[in-house]
């Protein structure tokens, strides 16, 4: 497991609220200003039932004057519906919104991570992307929303109540209010731990989110290996340390109540304490210190509500940091500017002193030089490592070049339009992906509105529509995670069946029949030989025996070119090739399958 990172909060509050308001707020600010207004009712509900004591209790207990009694009866009621329904619409205004953030964010995450290159994926873990769209945005949504809240409701109905209060009696009102500042400082503190406790957090579950994902998707090995309780001990010990994390966070954030109902029980000792005295001294009547106490209390809750804000703002503006980290890392490989599309004349591909390295690591490719001439098939063999499906990700740019040039039909590929280039190739990976759908959406992946004619014409080239149109849902069987309901030649021939039907101009055969039987193979090499013909194919070949026919073959070694030629004339010359050729047959003759 790699060691957790600490994580840097180098981003202000201030500017985090100022850019969450700016890119997810503002389209809905109208919805937003509607729900304030709710709210401001609501507050002033709430301030017109504290104030409604007065005549309660002097009108109706004190004076006993029954005809004020169904007036203040119904100033009740009246005040209590024009709550409810204004609490109703506020409620309903700020879920759309919170939702709306929640799908607007998910959304913008997606689009913006299928721009980035094969690089970042391959840098980043699918646990720590997988909590950006579940939890990070989730902890937005909650502080946008109970920031909202507090802001309108809360904060309103504090001021109301204030209001109340110092309209009943503005000295008991003053003296009752000097110990809430003192609650500030604390809160404040309290906020930014939990800021910090939630951002390794969640970078926690991402860990723990990677490890899961890997463990379930390998569960083959995992038994085979008999790992489990390898695996059990990783988890649990990730696990063990989200608890701690998330027990600190409840922990921090438990102090704001025993901050608040310390600081308002002296607040109401007080008020009891010294109104009383004064009610009792005829200063001021039961009516206006019941209506004063009753706004006392009613304020709590916002109050309350007001101190955990500031929690819930930094667990939201923690979120809100990773999520703009993911939003902000920009693509390397982009068009240049005034880029155009690529014009394919024949689709010959050419190598010129090219030189590639995986990030810092030792070079893939060392000035490798090659062509592939325009409707020819050329295959690319050497041993395990030496660059030949680095060959193949380069031409379609997954990755940029360091040195060199890689042209096809005499334009640099990093001089064209990204959408053309990889509009001209299809590929078949050793590697096969298949996506959790049906057998027929597998195969038109990249030709989106392919008749149900040219998906099965594709499918009998690729020797596959025998077996699909004996699947019980035959076409509209779903492939499930991966394909896992598949074998892996079956797998393989859906993914050559795809590229078939794709009609590419250039061909990139990664292995494409690595996992089929030796019958299957025989109808797929026909079909590929066919659909060879008339366009610019590369393969990579490991079975020697699959590529005796290509036009020229490229022995790679090293990451450069060792040796190039026909079949024969490589047979002839002695040198690698003829070993690789000499080693996969005595690897028949022995009975064991390829080298690789």
């Known amino acids: 497991m790699t060691k ?16 969450l308001a700016k890119d ?36 109706v207990f004190v004076e006993r004057r029954l005809d004020m009694l169904w007036p203040v009866g119904m100033a009740v009621l009246a005040t209590a519906a024009v709550k409810g329904l204004a609490s109703y619409g506020s409620s309903v205004h700020m879920s759309f919104v919170g939702l709306r953030i929640i799908a607007d964010l998910q959304d913008r995450l997606f689009r913006h991570m299928l721009t980035q290159d094969i690089a970042y994926f391959h840098a980043t873990t699918t646990g ?58 604390p809160i404040v503190k309290l906020g930014r731990r939990i800021r910090r406790v939630t951002a390794n957090t969640q970078e926690e579950w991402g860990l723990f989110t990677t490890l899961i994902e890997q463990c379930f998707q390998g569960i083959r090995v995992v038994k085979a290996y008999g790992m489990a309780a390898y695996e059990s001990d990783r988890v649990g010990a990730i696990v063990e340390k989200i608890f701690k994390l998330n027990f600190k966070a409840s922990r921090t954030r438990s102090w704001s109540s025993p901050i608040m109902e310390t600081l308002g029980g002296a607040a109401v000792t007080v008020v009891i304490v010294y109104g009383g005295a004064r009610v009792i001294d005829g200063a001021t009547t039961a009516g206006a210190f019941f209506s ?27 979120a809100a940091q990773r999520v703009f980290e993911v939003l902000d890392c920009k693509p390397s490989i982009v068009d240049i500017q005034g880029a155009l599309p690529l014009k394919i004349a024949g689709g010959a591909i050419s190598f010129k002193n090219v030189g590639f390295a995986y990030n810092d690591e030792k070079g893939a490719l060392h000035g490798l030089s090659l062509d592939v001439p325009a409707g020819a098939t050329v295959a690319l063999v050497g041993p395990s ?18 040195s060199g040039v890689i042209a096809i039909d005499g334009q640099n590929v990093q001089d064209v339009q990204l959408e053309s280039l990889r509009s001209v190739a299809a590929l078949v990976s050793q590697e096969v992906v298949l996506f959790d759908d049906t057998i027929r959406a597998n195969i038109a992946y990249g030709r989106q509105g392919a008749s149900q004619e040219e998906i099965e014409a594709a499918a009998m080239a690729a020797a596959a ?12 069987t779903t492939v499930g ?46 079909a590929l030989d066919k659909l060879m013909r008339g366009r610019t194919t590369l393969v990579i070949a490991h079975r020697l025996s699959t590529i005796t026919h290509a036009d020229l073959i490229y022995v790679i070694d090293q990451g450069l070119v060792a040796e190039s030629g026909s079949h024969a004339e490589l047979l002839a010359k002695g040198g690698l090739y003829a070993r690789l050729h000499a080693l996969q047959g005595t690897s028949h003759a022995n009975g064991n399958g390829p080298t690789s």
């Open 292 to 318: 004063f106490i009753t706004a006392l209390l009613m304020a709590y809750q916002p109050l309350k509500a007001l101190a955990n804000l500031n929690a819930n703002l930094q667990e939201g503006l923690s």
């Open 128 to 185: 720590r992307l997988l909590s950006r769209f579940n939890t990070d945005v989730n902890l937005i949504r909650a502080a946008v929303s109970n920031a909202l809240v507090s802001v309108g409701k809360d904060s309103l109905s504090v001021l109301f109540l204030i209001a109340v209060m110092f309209y009943q009696d503005w000295m008991l009102a003053s003296i009752s209010f000097l110990v809430f500042p003192l609650t500030v400082l």
């Open 24 to 59: 997810n707020i503002r389209p809905y600010v109208g919805k937003i200003a509607l729900s304030l207004v709710l709210m401001g009712i609501v507050a002033a509900a709430t301030a017109a039932s504290a104030w409604l004591m007065d005549p309660v209790v002097n009108k």
């Open 481 to 526: 995670e991966h394909g896992v309901k598949l074998s892996g030649g079956q797998r393989q021939r859906l993914a050559i069946a795809r590229a078939m039907l794709r009609n590419a101009p250039i061909l990139l055969l990664d292995e494409a029949t690595s996992a089929l039987d030796t019958e299957s193979e025989r109808a797929v090499q026909t």
């Open 465 to 476: 529509h025998d077996f699909i149109t004996a699947l019980p849902q035959g076409y509209d």
């Open 385 to 402: 490592g030496a660059g030949k499906s680095t060959i193949l990700n380069l031409i379609p740019r997954f990755y940029d070049v360091q």
């Open 4 to 19: 957790k990172k600490k994580i840097k909060l180098d981003q202000s509050s201030l500017r985090l609220i100022t850019r």
